[in-house]
């Protein structure tokens, strides 16, 4: 049983900076992909950032150059920090996890979610 414990969130102003940190309890000898996803009020749950196991990200246009993503192997943990805050970034942001084990991936584990609020 694979659990994600969100943390970090909370209330930013405009151009403030906040670090998300997402730890896995998780037993696998397999590779783990970790990603960021974010829903907005009203709007569909999209893509932030990810991280593979050789730790290549990958981030949405609207966050590149602003936010970072990386992790730390020994304790399943991945950090997401955000820089240059907008409201538009306001969100609640999920992480997700999914494990690669040769080529086949096994089923998508998801945090409970931790509010952003950006003030302009």
């Known amino acids: 049983q694979v659990q994600l414990v969100e943390s970090g969130g909370g209330s930013v102003q405009a151009g403030g900076s906040l670090r998300l940190t997402c730890a896995a309890s998780i037993h696998t000898y397999c590779n783990i992909h970790m990603s960021w996803f974010r829903q907005a009020p009203g709007k569909e749950r999209e893509f932030v950032s990810s991280?593979?196991?050789?730790?290549?990200?990958d981030y949405a246009d609207s966050v590149q150059g602003r936010f970072t993503m990386s992790r730390n192997n020994a304790e399943n943990t991945v950090y997401l920090q955000m820089n240059s805050l907008n409201a538009d970034d306001t969100a609640m942001y999920y992480c997700k996890l999914i494990t690669l084990c040769s080529v086949v991936y096994g089923p998508s584990s998801w945090g409970q979610g931790i509010q952003v609020t950006v003030s302009s």
């Open positions: 991280i593979d196991s050789n730790n290549s990200t």
